[in-house]
């Protein structure tokens, strides 16, 4: 039961994720309640085996709580960015990043557990009531209810949150711009249609897989377009939200009229051929 039910809060989440920015309070508020839900679910009705039991604590629980770690810790990242030169920010930002990596170095033995995706410590690390972690492993769980925590769910939540916002610093270092010049001799080409049409079209080249074998996130997409045309990215969840809510028959203005567009150019080239 706590299978599915986390299964059906994964994608619940999911549509939030990608409607949403990591600081706004409507993903808190999701993540809150979805993580209420589970942990009455699991309270009500346990697990089925010691299997589950573990994989529940081992990925679903730290996957809620990364996130929301996550969502607190960019209101933070925002509330003490400073809003001062160019230079200035950037170490703003080197030295969050630092403090990333200095984490991970600090826990490398759960860091190194978590990636490599080991398994031989599972039930010391993921089954409720096993006592004390060693202090060289992870730290004390820190959930007052020990009913719905174990020694590994709360390490778990540190590093996909810290991964995750190491991912979202480094998306906003590269959005900036360098203090290096341009290439003198490179054309410029300024985006000079209407911003949706952007999110448009770089959610059609996602959705199409032409990148990366398919394997390219949606950020990396928008962040690659928007460097080449000189875009400046904002809040690309909501924007594609906003085409999520146009009327079914032309939800893809732009892409359509695209096909529209080069079909009549090769008509028109082919009314020329003698």
């Known amino acids: 039961m706590i299978r599915e039910k986390s299964k059906e809060a994964i994608g619940i989440l999911g549509e939030t994720l990608a409607v949403t920015e990591p600081w706004e309070d409507a993903r808190i508020d999701c993540i809150q309640r979805l993580l209420q839900e589970l942990k009455d679910e699991a309270l009500r009705h346990g697990f089925t085996d010691k299997q589950e039991e ?16 996550f969502a607190y810790m960019t209101q933070k990242f925002r509330l003490d960015s400073p ?3 160019e230079t200035f920010v950037r170490q703003f ?10 984490f991970f170095d600090d826990h490398k033995e ?7 995706k080991a398994d031989h410590l599972d039930e010391v690390l993921f089954i409720r009531g096993r006592g004390s972690c060693p202090t060289w492993l992870c730290t004390q769980r820190i959930d ?27 998306e906003l270092l590269e959005g900036r711009p360098k203090d290096t ?15 949706i049409n952007f999110y448009e079209l770089a959610y059609g080249i996602h959705c199409t897989g032409q990148l990366n074998n398919g394997n390219a996130e949606i950020i990396e997409v928008i962040r ?20 999520k809510r146009r009327k079914r028959i032309s939800r893809t203005q732009y892409i359509n009229s695209m096909g529209t567009s080069l ?7 082919d009314a020329y051929i003698p």
């Open 54 to 69: 573990i994989t529940f604590f081992k990925e679903s629980k730290p996957f809620f709580c990364g996130h929301l770690m």
């Open 181 to 195: 010049p341009n290439d003198p001799d490179a054309p410029v080409l300024k985006w000079t249609g209407d911003s």
């Open 224 to 243: 690659v377009l928007a460097k080449a045309f000189g875009v400046e990215v904002k809040r690309p969840y909501r924007r594609f939200a906003e085409i």
């Open 144 to 170: 007052a209810d020990e009913r719905f925590s174990t020694l590994g769910d709360y390490p778990f939540s540190q590093i996909i949150a810290n991964e995750l916002t190491a991912r979202y610093i480094n």
């Open 263 to 269: 079909n009549q150019k090769l008509e028109d080239e």
């Open 110 to 116: 759960i860091v190194s557990y978590y990636r490599s």
């Open 93 to 102: 930002y080197q030295a969050k990043l630092n403090d990333i990596n200095s």
């Open 83 to 85: 809003d001062w030169s």
